[in-house]
């Protein structure tokens, strides 16, 4: 298997203290959907993992009967990381929980190390408080740095607050954080499709038709394209930079002109997107094969494949 292929996807989670991180990480625990996820964790008592959970605890690594594996990191990130890749089976995901007055940005190159790749930074904001803290002369700097490492926002307990006022901290959410995307969510509860990328509205499509969406769940909605054309990489470029900011995550395997006999893995988290070689084809005729993921009722699937095919039918070069 082709070594890119096999890198370990690395998502860290941070947020300042009290803003749902801890309810998250359990949710993402409880709801793994299969995946070995591997937690790298400051505090195994800060997690209160559930106890039915728990299958057996070995020094700083407590192992988990749905596959999943904790490891603390008070001995050290590259201590912690080289425990992860001499699991067997490998995780098939790393998520590091940034402590709550830490800069995620400083961690994510961590996701860049051999065996990993950096999949994006999620940051967690308390809709009701984030603002005044922002503005704290002793915590807004910390506050405001991670808002802007962020690739995704999750906003939690918008119960709490009412649909004017969550308006206005969406807005400033975009004036500060201009490059991010933005989850409403309630009790740290987040469709695992949005944090993970990991479900079947994610897997690359097997039909030829090229315009599909379906609901998997009623908070979002998908969708699909397929087309046998191989791009050039400004095209790709192109459709990414004028995607919608409803769109949270896409994934594609791709043909591209540059590569003509390797496939392209595309992944995007929020506006970080990454294009790495897969396998060769060999026998199995060349194709763009696209998903993508967002909030529903946010974005026109149509709309979306008319975009993609504007984007790739403008010439390279003028």
Not at 111 to 137: C, N
Request: glycine share 6%; net charge negative; proline share 5%.
């Amino acid at each position: 298997m082709d070594q890119m292929e096999t890198k370990i996807p690395f998502t860290v989670i941070g947020g300042y203290l009290g803003v749902g991180k801890t309810t998250l990480l359990n949710h993402i625990l409880r709801h793994n959907q299969g995946q070995r996820i591997a937690l790298l964790i400051n505090d195994f008592g800060s997690i209160n993992i559930d106890a039915e959970l728990i299958e057996s605890a070995d020094g700083d690594v407590i192992n988990l009967a749905n596959g999943c594996i904790c490891c603390s990191l008070a001995a050290g990130f590259l201590i912690a990381i080289n425990t992860i890749l001499q699991q067997d089976p490998l995780p098939d995901r790393v998520i590091v929980e940034a402590s709550g007055v830490s800069d995620p940005s400083k961690i994510a190159p961590y996701g860049l190390t051999p065996g990993f790749t950096l999949d994006g930074v999620i940051v967690v904001v308390d809709t009701e408080t984030v603002q005044s803290k922002a503005v704290d002369k002793y915590i807004g700097k910390t506050v405001l740095q991670q808002l802007k490492s962020a690739d995704l926002i999750i906003l939690n307990k918008t119960d709490l607050v009412t649909n004017q006022y969550k308006q206005e901290v969406i807005d400033w959410l975009r004036q500060t954080s201009p490059q991010c995307r933005i989850i409403e969510a309630q009790y740290g509860v987040v469709g695992i499709d949005f944090l993970l990328g990991s479900a079947a509205a994610l897997q690359p499509p097997t039909s030829q038709d090229n315009n599909h969406d379906h609901t998997d769940d009623s908070a979002y909605q998908s969708w699909s394209y397929v087309s046998d054309t191989a791009l050039t990489l400004p095209q790709i470029e192109r459709f990414v930079n004028k995607l919608p900011k409803s769109i949270l995550r896409a994934k594609g395997v791709l043909y591209l002109e540059e590569k003509p006999d390797q496939q392209m893995i595309f992944q995007l988290v929020g506006q970080r997107w990454s294009l790495t070689p897969g396998f060769e084809w060999g026998n199995i005729k060349p194709k763009n094969q696209w998903t993508a993921i967002g909030l529903q009722n946010q974005f026109d699937p149509s709309e979306l494949s008319q975009l993609l095919e504007d984007c790739t039918l403008t010439p390279t070069k003028e």
